[in-house]
C-alpha cells in the first residue's frame, strides 16, 4: 500500500527503515483501534457541522466506522508494520470500503492529534477501571481487617520487634494506602481529562475547528487550549499517570514483602491456600510465593518505566517529536502490570488466614517495654526521659500482658483499640462514588457516538 504521506517523486521505505520505525509501535496500536474509530466518528461530527461533508456522506463513514469495530472485535483488523500505524490503517480501509468520503475523514487533523486523542481515550478506560479495582481491593482489606481486627500481632520498626500490633492495624494500613494512592490517580485523571483533538500537527488548521464541540462528543469536559502543548502535554500526562501507578506499584510491594516474611517457616504468622503457592524442580519441600516475589520485582519495572518517560520527554525542542513514539511501550505496558497487581493482590488478601495462637505466642514481653515506661510517667509522675533509661536498664522489670486487652485500651485515633476502619471505609466509599460517576459519563459518551 502506497504511504498516504508519500508524493509522486518519493521512493518506496526502505524496509530496514519501515521497520526500525513502526514494527515495534503496532503491537500497542492494536489496543487502540476503539479508541482511534471513536476519535474519527466526533471528527466526522465535525466535518459535517462544517458541510465539509455531507450528510449522505457522513452517515456512510459513520456505518463504515461502526464496521471497522465490528471486524476488530473478531480479531480480523489488525495493525501491521506496513500499515504504519493504526490511524492509516482505518483511513486505508475506509477508502477501500466507501472510496471519495473515506479521503475527506482526515481534513483538518493530523495523525499526530490522532495519536494524542487516542492515549487520553486509552488512559480514560485504564484509570477507571485500575479505580474499580482499587475499590474492590479496599473492600477486601477492609473485610480482613475488621475480622481480625483484635488478633494480636508484633510491629516492627528495623525488623525488629517494637510494640504492640495488630491484624487489623496492619491491614489497615494498606487500606489507607491504597485510598491515598487513588487521590493521585483522580489528579491524573483530571490533568489527562482534556481534548487534544484539533491541534493538528502542532500548530492547529487554517479551518474555523470547533474544538469544544468535538471534545463534548468524547465526553471530555475541556480541550488541551494550546495547539503545541496538545502535543507536548502528551508525555507529561502519561508520566503523571505512571506516578500515580508507581505509588500503588509501592504499596503493593510492601505487601509483598512483609507476606513472604510473615509465611516463613521462621514466623508461621500467617497461612494461604495451596493454590497460591508454586514449587521447585529439586526440592519436593519447597512451597514458594512466587507471586508475592513477582509483584516486588514488578514494582521496580514500573518504576523504570516511569523513568524511561520521564527521560523521553526531558529537552525535547517544542512541537511534536517523533521520540514521543517511544513512550506508549512503557506507558501501556505499565498499566496492564497495575491492573494485574491489583487483581492479584485482592485475592490473595481475600485467602489469607492469621494464625492467631502463633501471632499471640510471638508477642513476648519485650513489646510492652514502652508502655512500662508510661506506666511510671502516668503512675509515679516520672519524667518520661527518666522512665525511658529505667525500663531500659531493668527490663527484667516488665511484666508480660494480655495481648488482646493492650490492644483494646489503646485509645487514639489510628491506634489499635480506635482503628477508625468503619469510618476510613465511609469516606473511601464517597471518595469512590466520584470515579463511578466519571463512569457513567464517559460511558454515556460513547454510546452516543456509537449510535448516533
Known amino acids: ?76 483488523f489488525i495493525v501491521q508494520t506496513k500499515d504504519e500505524d493504526v490511524h492509516t490503517k482505518v483511513e486505508a480501509y475506509l477508502i477501500d470500503k466507501v472510496g471519495e468520503p473515506g479521503k475527506k475523514l482526515h ?79 483522580k489528579s491524573a485523571y483530571m490533568l489527562n481529562d482534556q481534548s487534544p483533538l484539533g491541534s493538528g500537527a502542532a500548530y492547529g488548521v487554517p479551518l474555523a475547528l470547533d474544538r469544544e464541540f468535538t471534545a463534548s462528543l468524547l465526553g471530555f469536559p475541556s480541550i488541551v487550549n494550546n495547539s503545541p502543548y496538545s502535543q507536548a502535554s502528551r508525555p507529561k500526562t502519561e508520566l503523571a499517570i505512571l506516578q500515580s501507578l508507581v505509588q500503588i506499584m509501592i504499596t503493593a510491594s510492601k505487601f509483598a514483602s512483609d507476606l513472604l516474611l510473615f509465611t516463613t517457616s521462621e514466623f508461621n504468622y500467617f497461612s494461604i491456600d495451596k493454590s497460591f503457592y508454586t ?52 506507558f501501556m505496558d505499565s498499566v496492564e502490570i497495575a491492573k494485574q497487581t491489583l487483581n492479584i493482590l485482592d485475592i490473595t488478601i481475600s485467602q489469607i488466614v492469621p494464625n492467631s495462637e502463633v501471632l499471640k505466642k510471638a508477642c513476648t514481653k519485650e513489646l510492652y517495654a514502652t508502655h512500662a515506661a508510661y506506666d511510671l510517667v502516668t503512675a509515679k509522675g516520672m519524667s518520661f526521659r527518666d522512665a525511658y533509661k529505667q525500663i531500659g536498664s531493668h527490663m527484667e522489670t516488665v511484666q508480660d500482658k494480655d495481648p488482646v486487652l493492650v490492644l483494646k485500651q489503646a485509645s487514639h485515633s489510628g491506634s489499635t483499640g480506635n482503628l477508625g476502619l468503619e469510618k476510613k471505609m465511609k469516606e473511601a466509599d464517597t471518595f469512590f462514588n466520584w470515579w463511578e460517576k466519571q463512569n457513567v459519563l464517559f460511558t454515556s459518551s460513547i454510546n452516543n457516538l456509537l449510535l448516533k
Not at 487533523?109 to 485500575?130: I, P, T, W
Request: aromatic share 8%.
Open 1 to 76: 500500500m502506497k504511504k498516504i504521506w508519500e508524493k509522486q517523486s518519493t521512493a518506496k521505505t526502505n524496509t530496514a527503515i519501515e521497520s526500525y520505525c513502526f514494527a515495534e509501535g503496532v503491537e500497542y496500536d492494536n489496543k487502540l483501534v476503539l479508541f482511534d474509530v471513536l476519535g474519527s466518528l466526533a471528527h466526522l461530527a465535525q466535518l459535517e457541522k462544517m458541510k465539509i461533508i455531507s450528510a449522505k456522506e457522513a452517515q456512510t463513514l459513520h456505518g463504515a466506522l461502526l464496521q471497522v469495530i465490528k471486524v476488530y472485535e473478531k480479531g480480523k
Open 107 to 185: 481534513t483538518g487533523r493530523s495523525r499526530n492529534d490522532q495519536v494524542a486523542l487516542d492515549m487520553r481515550l486509552y488512559a480514560k478506560q485504564e484509570l477507571l477501571s485500575l479505580a474499580e479495582s482499587v475499590q474492590k481491593t479496599v473492600h477486601t482489606i477492609y473485610t480482613v481487617a475488621k475480622k481480625y481486627e483484635y488478633v494480636p500481632m508484633p510491629g516492627y520498626t528495623h525488623l525488629q520487634k517494637a510494640m504492640p500490633s495488630s491484624v487489623g492495624m496492619w491491614m489497615g494500613s494498606f487500606m489507607e494506602s491504597l485510598m491515598d494512592d487513588v487521590l493521585l490517580l
Open 279 to 330: 514449587g521447585s524442580s529439586i526440592m519436593p519441600q519447597k512451597q514458594n510465593l512466587d507471586a508475592m516475589e513477582n509483584m516486588r520485582a514488578k514494582a521496580h519495572v514500573v518504576i523504570g518505566h516511569q523513568q524511561m518517560v520521564a527521560t523521553l520527554c526531558t529537552g525535547l525542542p517544542s512541537g511534536y517529536n517523533g521520540d514521543f513514539a517511544q513512550t506508549k511501550k512503557y
